[in-house]
Each structure stands twice: as C-alpha cells, then as structure tokens.
C-alpha cells in the first residue's frame, strides 16, 4: 500500500520527524498476523511509526504506533480537513472527527479505551464515502502487540539468535533436553580438569543454560531432575564429561557425582 500522508502525517509529527512529510516515504513488512499485516514506515530513512493493517475486501483499515499514541486511518475520496463520521463497535454507533488531506485517505487519533475496544471487541464499522465498511476485529489484539513490537524496534525487525554450533564431544543442539520434572536429584559437579568450565542446563527446548563456571579442582552441588541433562562445556565451546544425568533412585552418593576431566 503506498503512503498516505493523511494516516502518517500525526506520527511523523510525533516521532520528531518535522512538521512536513516527505514526497516519498517508505513502507517495509515487518510481519503478519493471521489476516493482519503489519508494517513499518520511514521518511527519509528515519523512522516513523507501524501499523497493523486489515484489508475487508473492499478497504482497508491501519491501526497505527509511534511507540506513544495510537491512530486509525481509513480510506476517503471526498473533501479535504475535517470530517464528521459514524463509526462504532458492534452495533453502538457514534461520531468521530477523522482528518482528511486529499490523498485518499482520513484518519483519526484514538484513546486507550478506543484501542482497548479494537483489542476486545468483534467487529469495527465506519461510514464515509464508500458506505459503511465492517471489519472483522478477529486476532487484532495478537496483531496490535505486533505493531507495538514493531515501534518498540523502530520497525527493525531482530536477527533471528545464532544458530548453536557443535563443539568438540557436544550433543547435537535440540538432540538432548529435559523432559520432566518428576524425580528430584542432587548432583555434584567437580571439575578435575586443568581449565575453567560451564556447567550448562540443557532446558525442555534443547537450549543450554548456563548455571555456574568451575575453576578448576573446584565442585558445585547441583539440586535437579533425573530426566534434566547437564553438560560441562570450555570457552571454546568443546564439552567435557558428556551428557549428565542424575540418579534419583540411587542412594550412593557416587552416583550422583561427576568427575569431569580433560
């Protein structure tokens, strides 16, 4: 959809951008929603808001953010400035002033209550020059926390994390995980190697949690879960030991302690 300056104009203002919107602005897709499109928008490569959008069949409705207030903007062919509109939720009706510049477009500054509504409630009507236009609100709450996400980012979407390499004697990433917490153990962790070394957690996602470094001939007890793995990994991302696992039914105490060497 290209830009209207009518709906981002407010933000523009907002995000300290100046009082004039640029001839050209830019619109990127930041990501989706179920039916829901959210977006981010610059002008001259800074950034200015985002906006969850919901396209009817027939219009389209942007719900948008700078990171501080909220702004709808619906399509309108008519006159310039303000413009008195019937709009509700559900079947309750009422009159708005959306601003018009011209440009096909007219929008309209909304409250915490009015984007609560959006949020709640299931359907959203507006009457302007095309008749009345009815969108379905469904997963707008899910899309609204998008478009929150999407300001609070200022429209840059996060790297994905790196993707977890495999040291030297290390479990596979996403081989190995918890998958209880039935069996209640203590373990303990004695480093009898010549480096320093991390105990890591690896959680019910295959993730590894860091929980202590041992310097060498030092131990850690360790309160877990029989079916909880734990490995000892050095800075280099090589493992020592392999794959940990405490004994809840054994009552020897050696059992449960694992002497990681070299």
């Known amino acids: 959809m290209s830009i209207r300056s009518s709906i981002i104009a407010g933000f523009v203002a907002l995000a300290a951008l100046g009082a004039t919107l ?22 001259n490569n800074q950034f200015g808001y985002c906006a969850a959008d919901l396209d009817n069949g027939k219009a389209e409705l942007r719900i948008g953010t700078d990171g501080r207030s909220w702004q709808i903007g619906v ?6 400035g303000p413009v008195e509109v019937y709009y509700g939720f559900g ?15 007219a929008s309209m500054m909304i409250n915490n209550d009015q984007l609560n509504a959006f949020r709640t409630l299931p359907d959203f009507s507006v009457n302007l020059d095309r008749g009345e ?26 790297s994905p994390p790196p993707q977890q390499t495999t040291g030297r004697n290390c479990p596979v990433p996403g081989s190995v995980r918890s998958l209880n917490s039935n069996a209640p153990v203590t373990v303990n962790f004695v480093n009898l190697s010549k480096i320093p070394l991390n105990i890591m957690w690896i959680d019910f996602n295959g993730e590894w949690k860091k929980y202590h470094t041992l310097a060498p001939d030092s131990h850690k007890i360790q309160k877990t879960f029989g079916t909880h793995p734990w490995i000892a990994v050095d800075a280099r991302g090589n493992c020592h030991g392999g794959v940990m696992y405490g004994n809840p039914a054994s009552r020897d105490e050696g059992d449960n302690m694992f002497q990681i060497w070299e």
Do not use: M
């Not at 897709?29 to 610059?42: C, E, L, Q």
């Not at 079947?91 to 477009?105: L, N, P, R, S, Y």
């Not at 379905?136 to 429209?155: I, S, T, V």
């Open 133 to 158: 236009q009815t969108f379905n609100l469904n997963g707008a709450a899910a899309a609204l926390d998008k478009a929150r996400e999407c300001a609070r980012n200022r429209g840059q979407k996060p």
């Open 22 to 43: 640029p001839a050209a602005a830019q619109e990127t897709a930041y990501d989706r929603s179920g039916r829901w499109k959210i977006t981010a928008v610059f002008a």
């Open 91 to 105: 079947g309750a009706a009422e009159v708005g002033t959306f601003h018009a510049e011209g440009d096909g477009w």
């Open 75 to 80: 399509p309108f062919y008519d006159k310039t």
